[in-house]
């Protein structure tokens, strides 16, 4: 025996403690459906095949630009701690929204009625399908 165990098990105490445990409660959640090989899982598997390169190309596109925004707003933190910084934003989104709002106000008149009928034909598709 080395000593190491020798002292390591004469220096083991018991030690009870004056409380009593409750049983444990063992929940089990089982699963009794079947798994069943979904329809259409072939032709979705042949769509993610020839979309991969696409979606990693866009991945690549989008990386530079995500670090690109990030930076930009790290930098609008820092320099939001400024108050000229902060009335120079304010005069310039001012000045933006004053001349955006005519094509908006356009975009408005142009596109409402289409909107409309489209909602329109929307509710008016619900009703005769609710009969």
């Avoid at 063992?26 to 069943?36: D, G, I, R, W």
């Avoid at 072939?42 to 991969?52: D, E, M, Q, S």
């Avoid at 790290?74 to 709002?101: H, I, P």
Wanted: proline share 5%; charged share 15%.
């Amino acid at each position: 025996m080395t000593a190491l165990r020798k002292i390591l098990i004469e220096e083991e105490t018991t030690f009870t403690a004056p409380v009593t445990r409750a049983p444990a409660k063992l929940y089990v959640v089982a699963n009794n459906a079947t798994p069943t090989a979904e329809e259409g899982s072939a032709l979705k598997n042949i769509v993610l095949f020839f979309a991969a390169p696409f979606i990693g190309l866009a991945y690549i596109v989008l990386f530079p630009l995500a670090g690109l925004v990030a930076l930009a707003v790290l930098a609008g933190r820092v320099a939001a701690k400024y108050e000229t910084v902060r009335v120079t934003a304010a005069v310039a989104r001012n000045v933006g929204l004053a001349v955006a709002a005519p094509a908006l106000g356009l975009a408005y008149i142009v596109l409402f009625p289409f909107i409309g009928l489209a909602a329109l034909a929307w509710m008016g598709g619900r009703a005769v399908l609710s009969r």
